[in-house]
């Protein structure tokens, strides 16, 4: 036994033994940082304790003799601090905070107690952190303890209380106070109060807790049987010295409704984790509610339908009555597990128009009084019970209960979700209705960001869409095939392009470019290209003209360099390139009349050609560089294609991938154009299924043409002499060949307007004036003559006896212009083939003539 001990079980003057004896461990002190010196006449230290050192940090030797407050206190207290000492050495006690460093020379604030003793003074240092984390602790303590929902006990070493808590107390019927020093067969049977002592004891002895013991027994004034389960784990002091057995105890008689409710949440719980998994993993709003009611249904209920806004499904942005439940909504699903046939809902016989059962995809209303109609008017469940709705007829299975939950996200009403089960299942509590709206609200956030996602990307690929023509365009002369496959399934356009652009005289310009880069940036580029190449090819430039024009333009869209001029991609270093755009491009000019073909390139992959008959080869064409690259001249060459020749136009994406080379993706697309004649639209499918385009790597457009070129039959062609006499010439031949074409409505206008254009090929030209018909699915008219200046449409003032020839061209045919030829100019009209209707269609000839 230690010295100066108190044997156990001596009762022997106990508490004045303890006064002398040394503290033991787990005392007060293992727990606050206090330390004791004394002060001799002088104010100067003359005892120091060990505690004092381990707070201060400075042993006794160097403590001693030292002035306290010039040694410990902070510079800016130690004036206040030694008039305060002044008086302690005159005999006054005094107790307050004073400012220290600590043994680590961190700040730190300890409770001084200083009482004056002969020749001196005795003073008691505390830390006051560590005393505000006991009392912090002990605070923590007394509020877990004392708030406990189940019984909290404390046994000492003895096995006797020496503490319990209210709910203890209340269930034994006594204070909390008079349990002190009770043992367990003071409230339990002497068989159950063995079997808690033998338990306490070895918890005691081996430390090991004992969990969920059982006992039974009784409490005052209720003669019925309890089972408890406690648990039961040893405490111990700082030190680590056992100090006593802490019980729980938890009043299990009621275990099975316990367990009914504990595996209702988990099932609960694991409905919510599968509902965070499976619903929402698409932007699709019909099969998010799809996914919400494959988590319900069985799991949930019998039986859930999903009913969403038609405006909503429209994609519009404003939805009319949403905000009083009147909007129309469409059934977008239904699952079931009573039936495989179509079931009536609950509540489906308070819809209009009525007739039985909704089906997936039936548009409907809900009456004003409904069920239904109050959810979505004021967001709020609605309930239906078979007890007060008499039950709702299911194909001969008669309805429990019924949950309407509205479906809101973001403070929006989308529509909601009907949760109905079938007699024989539970009804469905508030638990079941909070859980319904969980679920249902997850889903709504997923349907509306897919609705959201809906509006946008359709609002993207209607913009989109309009950058590429149309999937059949028609050109003069022409079969056409196209093919365009984004790199990015998320969008329908990217840098690729391609586009068939009628020009006059029969006319086309076909386009293939490749913006270099990918995404909304290349996509943007792409479109404005686009656009200027329409605009180039009306002003009917040459090839080579387009493309340096283009060049042009492609420069303008980078970043501009100071002062405003437009920086050259060959004068820009690595750093400045990502602010430029550059692009290649291949234009080509194909005449329906003669089958020639002018072709400029600006960087681009060579056209593949295909004759009749022969292997297919790439054109030799010189290869330019890309657009907005700038400073290098672009070249043309002419090529005659014969009939039935097939001419490829296409991107990198199509024959480059990191799986070969390009060589390699060449050689294989010019194999399969390769082989007997097929029709365009089979070529272009077969193209893409033979190669290995690697898709998603790169955009792919790929543009087929296959000629037809004007039968020489579908020509009329006449060279007029300067004279007069021509224009008489001119109606003549025109009205010979347009009855052999068996177009007797169009000889009337087609005679004026050959009049008026020959007329002023005669009075401001010069030289031979030739005049061209071409057939094909207009009727085109030119004439041609050596003057330079286009002509210019003017409104002729009453008193003016010309300048009104060119608003009848206008008015008459269904469109006019006038293009550059090698040696002057071409006027020419067009004129639909449908029983001489012209883009006026208003009134006739003699009517026109009549208002001039």
Not at 165 to 173: K, L, T
């Amino acid at each position: 036994m230690p010295a100066g001990a108190v044997p156990p079980g001596d009762e022997t003057d106990t508490a004045h033994a303890a006064v002398w004896q040394s503290s033991p461990p787990g005392s007060l002190y293992d727990y606050i940082r206090v330390a004791s010196f004394s002060l001799d006449r002088d104010g100067r230290i003359e005892q120091w304790s060990r505690r004092a050192e381990e707070l201060f940090g400075v042993p006794a030797e160097e403590a001693i003799g030292q002035d306290p407050v010039a040694a410990f206190a902070p510079p800016e207290v130690q004036d206040r601090a030694h008039e305060r000492l002044s008086e302690i050495l005159d005999g006054r006690e005094w107790t307050g905070l004073v400012p220290y460093r600590d043994a680590a020379g961190a700040s730190a604030l300890a409770e001084v107690y200083v009482m004056p003793a002969e020749g001196g003074a005795l003073c008691i240092a505390l830390d006051v952190a560590t005393l505000r984390q006991i009392e912090t602790d002990l605070a923590a303590s007394q509020a877990v303890f004392g708030q406990s929902p189940m019984g909290f006990v404390l046994f000492d070493t003895k096995l006797r209380l020496i503490r319990v808590n209210d709910r203890f107390a209340n269930v034994f019927g006594r204070p909390a106070e008079e349990h002190r020093g009770r043992g367990p067969q003071d409230f339990l049977s002497r068989v159950e109060a063995d079997r808690l002592s033998a338990a306490l004891r070895q918890v005691l002895e081996s430390g090991e807790a004992v969990l969920d013991m059982p006992l039974v027994g009784t409490v005052p004034g209720d003669p019925a049987r309890r089972r408890w389960a406690m648990s039961l784990y040893r405490l111990h002091s700082a030190t680590g010295r056992p100090i006593g057995v802490a019980g729980l105890a938890m009043d299990v008689t009621g275990r099975q409704r316990a367990e009914r409710e504990a595996a209702h949440a988990r099932r609960n719980l694991a409905l919510l984790n599968e509902a965070g998994s499976r619903i929402g993993t698409s932007l699709d709003l019909e099969t998010t509610a799809r996914e919400l009611l494959d988590v319900a249904v069985p799991s949930f209920c019998d039986l859930a339908s999903v009913d969403l806004y038609q405006v909503l499904l429209s994609g519009e942005e404003h939805l009319p009555g949403t905000t009083d439940g009147s909007g129309e909504v469409r059934r977008v699903a239904i699952a079931s597990a009573v039936s495989d046939a179509p079931v009536a809902m609950a509540g489906d016989d308070e819809v209009t128009p009525a007739g039985g059962p909704v089906s997936v995809g039936a548009v409907h209303r809900y009456r004003f009084n409904s069920a239904g109609a109050r959810a979505l008017r004021t967001a709020q469940p609605q309930v239906l019970d078979a007890d007060a709705d008499a039950g709702h007829d299911l194909g001969g299975t008669l309805v429990q209960s019924t949950l309407v939950v509205p479906m809101v996200a973001r403070d929006t009403v989308l529509g909601l979700v009907k949760f109905s089960r079938a007699k024989g299942s539970e009804p469905f509590t508030e638990r079941d209705r909070m859980l319904g709206e969980e679920l249902a609200a997850r889903a709504a956030i997923f349907i509306d960001n897919a609705r959201l996602y809906r509006r946008e990307h359709e609002r993207a690929l209607i913009l989109q869409r309009s950058l590429l023509p149309p999937d059949d365009p028609e050109a003069a002369g022409l079969d056409i095939a196209c093919r365009y496959l984004p790199g990015s399934m998320e969008t329908e356009v990217g840098g690729d392009w391609f586009d068939v652009i009628d020009l006059p005289g029969h006319r086309t310009a076909l386009v293939v470019g490749d913006v270099m880069g990918r995404g909304l940036r290349a996509a943007v580029a792409m479109g404005e290209l686009r656009t200027a190449v329409r605009t180039l090819a009306m002003l009917d430039l040459e090839p080579a003209e387009v493309l340096g024009a283009l060049d042009e333009v492609v420069q303008g869209l980078g970043a501009p360099a100071r002062g405003g001029r437009t920086r050259r991609a060959k004068d820009l270093g690595d750093a400045d390139l990502a602010e430029v755009y550059l692009a290649t491009c291949v234009y080509v000019v194909y005449d329906a009349v003669t089958r020639r073909c002018t072709i400029a390139n600006a960087g681009h992959l060579p056209p593949v050609v295909v004759e009749p008959g022969e292997t297919p080869r790439l054109l030799e064409l010189p290869r330019g560089v890309p657009l907005g690259v700038g400073g290098e001249p672009f070249e043309e060459i002419e090529v005659e294609l014969t009939d039935g020749a097939l001419l490829a136009l296409y991107t990198d994406g199509l024959v480059e991938s990191r799986n070969h080379p390009l060589d390699e993706g060449l050689d294989a697309f010019r194999l399969s154009l390769a082989g007997p004649a097929r029709p365009l639209e089979d070529i272009c499918d077969h193209v893409l299924a033979t190669l290995d385009t690697a898709h998603g790597e790169d955009d792919i457009a790929l543009l087929m043409a296959r000629i037809r070129g004007l039968p020489a039959s579908s020509v009329g062609d006449r060279t007029l002499e300067p004279q007069p006499t021509s224009v008489a010439r001119a109606r003549e031949f025109a009205r010979d060949r347009l009855l052999h074409w068996g177009l007797d409505g169009l000889v009337d206008t087609t005679e004026l307007l050959v009049s008026e254009l020959v007329t002023n090929a005669l009075r401001h030209g010069y030289g031979d004036i030739r005049l061209r018909l071409l057939l094909d699915r207009t009727l085109v008219c030119e004439v041609w003559d050596n003057a330079l200046m286009p002509p210019r449409r003017r409104r002729a003032r009453d008193t003016d006896e010309g300048g009104r020839g060119l608003q009848l061209v206008a008015m008459l045919s269904q469109s006019w212009g006038s293009r550059r030829t090698h040696r002057g100019k071409a006027v020419w009209f067009e004129l639909a083939l449908r029983g001489g209707e012209s883009r006026s269609a208003g009134p006739s000839v003699d009517d026109l003539l009549s208002m001039f």
